[in-house]
């Protein structure tokens, strides 16, 4: 059976993917990266690829999709297709850079929080906010990743490359998926993404935020299985 890697985001866990792991059983055999305890995106793929046996496709959600390109840049011979969900291909811009900074150096002085409610609506549409079990698990995917891996994180995010000389060289399947209300990753800098991929379709979510993948699984799945089809 073919394989998918699922890499997922900053203060994340693989349940991210609950809904997708679900709609690929059978189809697929799924493994989750190990995002945790890194302080590159370097790092991350590397010890992606080493989990890894074989050729396999890569499914990158937010900061997992960082990781995605990164596996793609370094062995896209073993690569069989990418799927970038609610992500760019863009390195951060400075301010975006001291911002992060700031957030670690007061994760440093004990003022770490993980995803509060008061973030909430930066990851979800307003509709979506209304589902409390959803919002739960945002919240606590963000305790379980912990402070000290949010700062390991949020360093490996603010270093990382920018890909998008990258993506031309990657000719297999590709899909970019994003919510038009994202705010975090907006749908402009997935649209640039699948613009400079030579075999890339872009969907885009109408009324949805940055969580996608648990915001609209069935939208999200659909598309998924579309592309996995293609490999």
Request: charged share 25%; proline share 10%.
């Given at each position: 059976m073919s394989q998918i890697l699922f890499i997922?985001?900053?203060l994340c866990t693989g349940e991210i993917f609950e809904e997708q792991i679900k709609a690929f059983e059978g189809v697929a055999e799924c493994h989750i990266a190990d995002t945790t305890s890194m302080d590159s995106i370097g790092g991350m793929a590397e010890r992606a690829l080493a989990q890894m046996d074989g050729d396999f496709a890569v499914l990158g959600f937010s900061m997992g999709g960082y990781v995605a390109l990164e596996i793609m840049?370094?062995?896209k011979n073993r690569i069989t297709g990418a799927a970038l969900v609610s992500t760019s291909s863009r390195a951060d811009t400075e301010e975006?850079?001291?911002a992060r900074s700031e957030l670690v150096?007061?994760?440093k002085i004990g003022k770490f929080k993980g995803v509060t409610p008061r973030l909430l609506p930066?990851?979800?549409s307003e509709e979506a906010l209304k589902d409390k079990v959803k919002t739960d698990i945002v919240l606590g995917m963000g305790a379980q990743i912990g402070q000290e891996n949010f700062m390991l994180q949020q360093t490996a995010i603010m270093n990382r490359l920018d890909q998008r000389d990258n993506l031309a060289s990657f000719e297999k399947p590709a899909i970019v998926i994003c919510g038009t209300q994202d705010v975090l990753t907006p749908p402009t800098e997935s649209?640039?993404?699948a613009s400079?991929?030579?075999n890339a379709e872009l969907v885009l979510l109408e009324n949805i935020a940055h969580m996608s993948t648990m915001e609209a699984p069935e939208a999200v799945n659909e598309a998924l299985l579309r592309w996995y089809g293609k490999l």
């Open positions: 997922p985001g900053l840049r370094l062995s975006k850079k001291q150096n007061l994760s930066r990851f979800f649209q640039e993404t400079l991929l030579p």
